[in-house]
């Protein structure tokens, strides 16, 4: 299945660095969305776009910035991350309205390490 | 505020018994979306069942089936004759009725299938 793909799928960065994860939905969505999964932590919802428009922003520090130029892609800019962003990010895409809106279907996630 | 318990952390159980994956949630709104998701080794996580607050119908599909029950606030997966290939961890999810999905998961449940 490959609904939804990311890239890289590891990443190891120096907290100085600047890098972007990249995310694509092959499945006519128009919602996407950003989680951090972090070690014994619940997955934590940090942004979401509906219509290419950023409907959350769940109080993610600014080094994460993402961008959303269409319906089909999505990008999380990173810059200046401290050890402890060093978690397993996940993308996701649903349907923008209707019932199944509500259905996320996620990637497979960029495992990301800040040393 | 929306809460979704998992209180087990890991079960343990061999090939072909029987396992139930319990769900707790808190909410104050009377329109929501229950979600299971499955999250194996590779990291994906698998959506396995939407379920609709003001359908408290049980479903089964193949091996697995989902308990609602709105006056204890519990959303109960089971697993019947368990299979190896079903270790992985699973979470459980709550969605506000907002015309996109916000989901808030659980801390999910390890399960291990032995042979």
């Known amino acids: 299945e490959t609904g939804v793909t990311q890239t890289p799928r590891h990443l190891v960065m120096g907290m100085t660095n600047k890098k972007s994860l990249k995310c694509e939905q092959h499945l006519g969505h128009n919602a996407m969305y950003w989680y951090k999964q972090s070690a014994k932590k619940p997955l934590e919802l940090m942004f979401v776009?509906?219509?290419?428009?950023?409907?959350e922003n769940n109080s993610v520090p600014s080094r994460f910035s993402p961008e959303c130029p269409n319906s089909s892609h999505l990008f999380l800019h990173l810059h200046t991350l401290q050890p402890e962003d060093s978690a397993l990010y996940l993308c996701a895409s649903s349907q923008g309205s209707g019932t199944r809106a509500y259905e996320q279907y996620f990637g497979p996630g960029t495992r990301l390490t800040v040393t | 505020a929306q809460k979704v318990t998992q209180a087990q952390t890991e079960i343990s159980v061999v090939e072909k018994e029987d396992v139930t994956l319990d769900c707790v949630y808190e909410?104050?709104?009377?329109?929501?979306?229950l979600f299971w998701y499955k999250q194996p080794p590779s990291g994906e996580l698998v959506f396995l069942i939407r379920?609709?607050?003001?359908?408290?119908q049980n479903e089964i599909s193949g091996r697995y089936s989902w308990n609602f029950q709105k006056s204890t606030s519990s959303f109960n997966f089971t697993i019947t004759a368990s299979q190896v290939v079903d270790s992985a961890v699973y979470f459980c999810?709550?969605?506000?009725?907002?015309?996109?999905?916000?989901?808030?998961f659980g801390k999910g449940t390890m399960l291990l299938v032995s042979p």
């Open positions: 776009y509906n219509f290419k428009e950023q409907t």
């Open positions: 379920r609709n607050s003001f359908d408290e």
């Open positions: 909410t104050r709104d009377t329109t929501y979306y």
């Open positions: 999810a709550l969605s506000e009725a907002r015309g996109y999905s916000t989901l808030t």
